[in-house]
């Protein structure tokens, strides 16, 4: 599916950094320090939908995760114009978040409805009401099935590297409409794509599994307590330590992630969503392992072996870690670079 629908992977700035290893010399021995910078986040669905000229709007988001207690609704309205998308949430947690990372968002109250399982054929309907009043109804019907042929990495169009990928995905089927007040958008035919009368797809897409890596320019500060390290924003991770790996557990986000290390050295770092049958993963293979003051090659790894980007860090030495990312594929990431630091409070 065209990446487009994929901006709202700015919504990842306002993650929790979760990733490499290096351990610094104002570190005890038994802290692994993540480094700054990289930041993951997993959606269990997606749904999205272009917008046409009717509205102020280009394209419509909405993430949802209902691993919890009480599904997290999380809703964009990207601009026509350049500016920033408007979000809506119904969690207050997702509202600190975004407020964290400097986003335009309002917590209102949402209803929405729609199959546990997506298939052909099946009918999602959201409402709720702006900051102003202003009624927002949003009906996408899905067009095909749901499947791995929709998977894949989407280019997004960032000024950081930004990865994300889908597990599966389906296209909108006709009915796909967004309104907000008095004016209606209904989604269009997907001429690129469309074979009639045999195959119309609409413009609209829903994806299950969305995985998003995000490799940003920050400087961030940790402590280190008992089993556990919280940043200058007040965030917390568990820690689960062995002699050869480290598990940080990122509570309120559902996920954690896991590295193999040795000897100061990183060898791989996997992220996991919790409560998600199966095995879902994203993963950095670094090679040779990446170790304080040195450089290596990495490859971000979906599951077992689907390579989906490839490239090197450099992470320099000291009470302040510096690491530098760039990338030789895929193409869209190949002109983009971050560099982050991360310490350790005394």
Known sequence: MPGKALLI???????????????????????????????????????????????????????????????VYDVQLIPRAEGKPVRYTNSAEELALDQKAGFDVHQVPMQFDGPADPSNGAQYMLRFNTEKGTPVVWQFVLGTDVSEQGSGLSPVP?????????????????????????VTSTADVWKEIAQP????????????????????????????????????????????????????????????????TAGGAVSRVTFSPSGVRGSHTISLEFTPALAPGSQ???????????????????????????????????????????????????
Do not use: C
Request: aromatic share 8%; net charge neutral.
């Open 158 to 182: 960032a000024p950081i590297p930004v990865l994300m990928y889908r597990e599966q995905g389906g296209l909108a089927g006709e009915g796909t409409a967004l309104q907000i007040g008095g």
């Open 9 to 71: 992977a700015t919504s990842v700035l306002a993650m929790l950094p979760l990733a490499l290893a290096a351990q610094t010399s104002a570190a005890p021995p038994a802290t692994t320090l993540p480094l700054a910078g990289v930041y993951y986040r997993y959606w269990p669905e997606q749904i999205v939908q272009w917008v046409g000229p009717e509205l102020p709007y280009s394209m419509i988001v909405l993430n949802l995760d209902d691993r919890g207690k009480q599904p």
């Open 197 to 260: 009368p045999y195959f119309v797809p609409y413009r609209g897409a829903l994806s299950t599994g969305v995985h998003i890596l995000t490799f940003a320019p920050v400087s961030v500060s940790w402590k280190s307590g008992a089993q556990s390290l919280t940043d200058s924003t007040g965030r917390a991770l568990s820690l689960t330590t062995s002699a050869d790996s480290t598990t940080m557990t990122d509570q309120a986000l559902g996920f954690s992630a896991a590295y193999a």
């Open 296 to 346: 290596s090659s990495f490859d971000v790894i979906i599951g077992r072996k689907t390579k989906i980007a490839a490239g090197s860090v450099q992470v320099s030495a000291g009470p302040t870690v510096t690491e530098s990312w760039t990338f030789t594929s895929p193409d869209a990431l190949k002109n983009l670079s971050a560099k982050a630091t991360a310490s350790l409070q005394p």
